[in-house]
Nanobody, 123 residues
Framework: EVQLVESGGDLVQAGGSLRLSCVYS????????IGWFRQAPGKEREGISC????????LYEDPVKGRFAISGDFAENTVYLKMNSLKPEDAAVYYC????????????????WGQGTQVTVSS
């Protein structure tokens, strides 16, 4: 059974940093893509980043490019999202998800989802 569990969300001041974790089980990362998505209140869920286990492709969408970074500890079945220079507009519930298609921030490609972790950014 495929499972993903996010953690690390917190309240942080603008300009601060957080590291989110996504612990996955039930699949081998080599065959999958892990994506990070977020949903702010009243807004649609948006894809922000993804990484591919098969070819090491990593992608970042413009709102987070240069500030967020994906990394992994594959011995621990964990993918991280390090978020720097946080802004109030980064406040959202953050989700990790798994796909076996390609690394792109398209929600419909992702079949398995975690429950989300809340990030709050105070100004």
């Amino acid at each position: 059974e495929v499972q993903l569990v996010e953690s690390g969300g917190d309240l942080v001041q603008a300009g601060g940093s957080l590291r989110l974790s996504c612990v996955y089980s039930g699949f081998t990362f080599d065959d999958y893509i892990i994506g990070w998505f977020r949903q702010a209140p009243g807004k649609e869920r948006e894809g922000i980043s993804c990484t591919s286990g098969s070819d090491n492709t990593t992608l970042y969408e413009d709102p987070v490019k240069g500030r967020f970074a994906i990394s992994g500890d594959f011995a621990e079945n964990t993918v991280y999202l390090k978020m720097n220079s946080l802004k109030p507009e980064d406040a959202a519930v953050y989700y990790c998800a798994a796909s076996y298609l390609e690394c792109r921030p398209s929600e419909g490609d992702y079949y398995y989802w975690g429950q989300g972790t809340q990030v709050t950014v105070s100004s």
